[in-house]
């Protein structure tokens, strides 16, 4: 079972993800797009990179804005590595 992390070890690690916050036992982001299309293109994107980290984000989509939000469900709904891991690649694509 992942190990959550702590407090400190989250907050270390937003420096280094622009635009992510921790709240309610999750990260939390919001991406804005030009359209519904680029949205969509990119809630693909996310879906695809996944399933390669095996670890799945809560994706929320209004026309255009992407809401990720991440936690661990087998840490008991806590923010773990493998979010971490994950928001730094989600990060990577949305540049």
Known sequence: M???LTQPQIDDALKQLPGWSHGD???IR???FADFNEALGFIVRV???AEQHKHHPELFNIYSTVKVSLNTHDAGGKVTRKDIDLANAIQKLSC
């Open 2 to 4: 992942p190990t959550p």
């Open 25 to 27: 036992d999750r990260l």
């Open 47 to 49: 879906g695809l990179l």
């Open 30 to 32: 919001s991406y804005i």
